[in-house]
């Protein structure tokens, strides 16, 4: 039997510290506490063009694993990676609970979704990082 992961945030998890806290199957964070950041940096210069774009996609990737992996919603977990990236809170009428989508993947059925009330997590341009309420009000942490 593989053990049950559990990340303790204590004052904030932000870059290497997401990674580590998303790849857990439960976050629990102390009040007052933050989670995100992410994206990759170096010291003394600017990572752009294909150089960023190869470091972001490897750790949007992981992101992505980490949320299929433990339930987290996706497109928050590559916020905190990427700024290029809009995300959208969407209400799904059929299973009575929120959803996130990026811009591009956003729902198209007012049957199923709230479309007339979707609400903007991430503009282009952010970085996520969540204080540990929004975290648990998003399904990340609690």
Known sequence: RKAHTVAYVST???SAGAMISTSCEDIIMREDTTIGASAPIIMGGELEGAEREKMESFIRATFSRAAEAN?????LLRAMVSQKLEVWQVYNRKKKENE???KEYLPGDPNTY???NKKL???E????TLTAAKAEEYGIAF
Not at 125 to 128: I, Y
């Open 114 to 116: 709230d479309l007339d």
């Open 12 to 14: 904030e998890a932000i």
């Open 125 to 128: 341009g952010e970085l996520l």
């Open 100 to 102: 996130y989508f990026e």
């Open 71 to 75: 339930g987290y919603p996706e497109a």
């Open 121 to 123: 997590v991430v503009a």
